[in-house]
């Protein structure tokens, strides 16, 4: 061994100890007559002391160290006059009496220090160089014990941790794959899969009753948002279960995982319908950490000339708005940049009505034109506006209403702290509807996918209102993330094939789509259901990083490229021609 | 819960409680007015038992059960008239009262037992059935407590899990890279890893100081003999550590892992050193489990006319043998059959010598026309050979000697159970050659990867005899297996250069092929060395599978096929379109 302690662990116990450590030279001061050198690893930074007087030539060795030299350094642990409150060994130095230089470093391209000066380009080109900043460490392993923390878990409850195969068959079903040439089989390709979906159905198939798996998953999909082409799932499949079980189970593991880690007591987690969950906070992804809930006015307007909202009625669309609590003194720009944000066109509404309730007790509305005060004091009402209030109302089809409204209480609670950030929101959202319409060929098709059972209280709706048909089908949202989403699986081939016509699957297709799964079915194939957890936005919330590029070791930008390898390169004409393939010109 | 114990768990301590188990119907037989089901899950059989008498209906229900239906049934504990000892469940069985289809079976297309009817073709386009077969449930569920272990070992070591990217850089470098074409880059290709070295190193210029990853690599090679073109290795790496350290780790981890999944106490690993273990056992993965060394005769031979052995000795060959215990009544047939074995054409002996030590005291020899009795006997000596023994002596080059006494051991072994199959032989094999000679064009290649450290010690030889510098790399062999393989990596620059420049690798091909890495080591890259272990190896080995297939959930043909899934496959026009490539004509 080069060290006999690490940079993170002596203390006042030690002292007079002699100790060897090794690190990396974050920072080199020289202060009458001595020279102190913070020597940094994995495990934290101690203080180095080269005294001129005790040993110039050791001194002067020292004063030429430039950061990121590894060092080894021996010496006598002492305790500091000046004590670091801030460093787990602020109460102790070494007083250096030998030292190797083990590498030198280059000046590096930025600090490394949480608080850096360099871009995230240039940080993603040195990566080896960012993971040495503590917050970037501090993620990887906060990640590996959140790992660990799930197989503790799921271990103890008798899943079996499965490989499945990485080279799988491509089929045109979700997103794109990402495909592999073969080079035995020219003109074939493997894909990389999306995730073990069927494979795990399989091991149920199997009998291997309870999976799981930490399991990289690939999408070819165009980087929309905070994506990356590879990604991680905890990956779970349990059978004999009903949907309880599966909220037992993996609502425990969750509370585990915070538990462990965070040392945070979550409770229960609750359950709210997906219907439920779009109506009061406009998604299905909904962030309890505060309330503001969206009141629906259909039902409780007064009647009125204000066309907007009689068009709105008659359209079969919705009125529905939230308070705005303690914002009654927003001035005209705040208004219009309210405005301005629901106007965006992914969420598309042309405008908000807004009532202030002042302080001063008055009312005051874009409708006073339409409404008495009495009447706007029956609105106000309905979402227990106080003095001080602000009520935006919002008047278009359900869907725009709804995600507008959803999206600007976020905004709201952002703007005015109405978050506790110690705080977590982590809950199930269920009964989410077993087909979509395509809104503009007005198909059926699945929400989640083919093999989602449907709720076995809506079976008698199948035929005439498919969309009434509720699935078996959970998300867990995390502060308003969704970290999780499964279902309970069809294990019945009878119910298989009418969800099949439903979507208008010829036999021709399932059989070329699902073909190994349904005839794996036909072999005794047990109730079962499971999930997949999204291992790396888990990680981001639970490390308080920004996007799921904070959590991982290597990670590639929205283009998909890897910027300290250089990947993805031109490869060599030889290889092309192994694998039987050529570039389109 | 659809049930509230498993076919593992009843024993005489539930007798009398009312239970429902879930399961797989394995054997259905009718016996006096009685129906008796074997229930099957993947923790165990339970017996149910159907009474005639007692509900005729139920009972005809049961009849009707086929092989491999998926059934649920309730009912009373009751001890055993005829107990089963070789059942843990044996003592007991379940009086049906409730019994539910959860789902039926077509007949299965082989006995899902351990002696199977099924031929592995059939077994693995079925794996889904093939696993339900204990042997390979076991071994899976095995293979988990291994990854478990391993786990444990390393976390409780201050090892951090961190995942490394799939879709990587390709680089002309060791066997052939799967290619993975960017469709966002067109022309542009990631690679699978083939391992995650290089980022593995990169991880310890991060300062991650200890890392480790099970994770799936990737070799596009033609699948000679067990292999598998994905495959899973316990991936690891340390910083400030000499070789020593690496022993004392990781020989630590076989001994936990051992220890805790077959509760078998492993001694401290041995070390031999290449040199001998060629020398001894003609092999650098020699297995200790039995003895049976080769005895190197070219110092001690007297004095002969023997052709085959003078033209050995002029032209710097080798003449050794071993020492065949009690096989001196081996008949000429016997003895045509191991001349065969080394004639073989990846052995490539002429012939073989023997010298017969006879129960009667005599000594036969093939070699009597040169050699007097009193210097065969004298040669028997050397091999301290007893009456009934039979020496086996070979003459030609070295490699020729090594491989075919190598083997000849082995095979002997086999065929006369030396080897103690409750034994295990593990040791580390060291010093292994720095660089290697290619044969054909005396041009000097590295033996393991150009990163390896030579061994401070043979500095002094790299320019005049590179042969001779040692490595700091080293294997692990478990039973005659090499199941781990790693090194010391070189961190001082000027060492590195050196070796490129023995390895005739100009600048630019030093950039061109490890570019990022040699960039990254100019930043203060800490001494640093490890290894990475073949998982699925170590679980045949563990579980006592024949073929790594045995161990791995869904395995490809030596063809690369995966035959359940029936991949790889052609795909659609339009994707390929997406990607920018065509098939070659």
Redesign the interface.
């Known amino acids: 061994?080069?060290?006999t302690h690490?940079c993170g662990e002596l203390t006042l116990a030690h002292v007079g100890q002699q100790v060897t450590l090794?690190g990396?030279v974050q920072r080199n001061r020289l202060l009458g007559g001595m020279t102190f050198i913070d020597l940094?690893?994995?495990?934290g930074i101690t203080q180095l002391v080269f005294d001129m007087e005790r040993n110039a030539t050791l001194c002067a060795e020292a004063n030429r160290l430039g950061r990121?030299?590894?060092i080894?350094a021996s010496g006598v642990v002492k305790e500091r006059i000046n004590k670091n409150p801030n460093l787990p060994t602020g109460d102790i130095e070494i007083f250096v009496d030998e030292l190797t230089i083990?590498?030198?470093?280059?000046v590096?391209p930025f600090l490394i220090e949480n608080e850096t000066d360099g871009n995230e380009e240039l940080r993603l080109r040195?990566?080896?160089?960012?993971?040495?900043r503590p917050k970037l460490?501090d993620a990887?392993?906060t990640?590996?014990k959140i790992?660990?923390a799930v197989?503790e878990y799921l271990?103890d409850k008798n899943f079996?941790?499965?490989?499945?195969?990485?080279?799988?068959?491509?089929t045109?079903e979700g997103a794109?794959?990402?495909?592999?040439?073969?080079?035995?089989?020219?003109?074939?390709?493997?894909?990389?899969p999306q995730s073990p979906q069927i494979?795990k159905q399989?091991?149920m198939?199997?009998?291997?009753?309870?999976y799981y798996q930490i399991v990289?998953c690939?999408r070819?999909e165009?980087f929309r948002g905070d994506r990356q082409?590879?990604f991680?799932q905890v990956d779970c499949e349990m059978?004999?279960?009903?949907q309880e079980?599966i909220f037992e189970t993996f609502g425990g593991l969750i509370r585990y995982v915070f538990k462990k880690v965070l040392q945070y007591e979550l409770p229960e987690l609750p359950k709210l319908k997906y219907d439920e969950a779009l109506r009061l906070y406009g998604t299905d992804k909904p962030d309890l950490r505060f309330d503001c809930r969206i009141v629906e006015l259909n039902e409780l307007l007064p009647a009125s000339d204000f066309a907007v909202f009689n068009n709105t009625l008659n359209s079969g669309g919705l009125i529905a708005g939230i308070n705005a609590t303690g914002c009654a003194s927003y001035s005209r720009k705040q208004l219009d940049e309210l405005t301005e944000f629901v106007k965006a066109p992914h969420r598309g509404l042309g405008g908000l009505i807004h009532i202030r309730f002042t302080e001063d007790g008055s009312v005051k509305s874009s409708i006073d034109k339409f409404f008495t005060e009495e009447q706007l004091r029956q609105i106000g009402a309905a979402f227990q506006a106080q003095k001080g209030d602000l009520l935006l109302i919002a008047a278009d089809k359900h869907t725009k209403v709804r995600k507008s409204l959803g999206d600007l209480r976020l905004e709201l609670a952002k703007r005015h702290g109405w978050m506790d950030e110690k705080k977590w929101s982590v809950l199930w959202v269920v009964d989410f509807p077993l087909f979509e319409q395509d809104e503009e060929t007005g198909q059926i098709t699945f929400a989640h996918h083919p093999f989602c059972s449907p709720h076995p209280d809506d079976l008698p709706y199948f035929d005439k209102e498919p969309l009434r048909v509720r699935a078996q089908t959970y998300d867990m949202v995390i502060n308003g993330n969704e970290i999780l989403s499964g279902s309970i699986r069809i294990?019945?081939p009878a119910i298989q094939e009418k969800v099949f016509q439903k979507l208008g699957l010829s036999k021709e297709e399932q059989e070329k789509k699902f073909g190994?799964l349904l005839n794996?079915f036909?072999?005794?194939?047990?109730?079962h259901g499971g999930c997949a957890f999204g291992l790396d936005r888990i990680v981001m919330l639970m490390t308080g990083g920004e996007t799921i590029r904070d959590v991982?070791?290597?990670?590639?930008t929205s283009?998909?490229?890897?910027l300290?390898?250089?990947?993805?390169?031109?490869?060599?004409k030889k290889?092309l021609?192994?694998?039987?393939?050529?570039?389109?010109q």
Chains 1, 2 share one sequence.
């Open positions: 061994m080069y060290r690490t090794c990396w940094r690893d994995r495990y990121e030299y590894v080894q083990l590498n030198a470093s280059e590096p040195y990566r080896y160089l960012d993971i040495r460490r990887l392993i990640r590996a790992c660990r197989r271990d079996v941790e499965i490989e499945t195969p990485n080279l799988i068959k491509s045109p794109r794959d990402f495909l592999v040439p073969s080079r035995l089989v020219k003109g074939s390709f493997y894909a990389l494979l399989l091991l198939v199997a009998g291997m009753d309870r990289k690939y070819d165009d082409p590879e991680t059978s004999f279960v009903h079980d294990h019945d190994f794996a036909k072999y005794g194939a047990p109730p991982i070791a290597f990670p590639k283009g998909g490229r890897d300290m390898m250089d990947a993805p390169t031109p490869v060599e290889q021609d192994e694998l039987g393939i050529t570039l389109k």
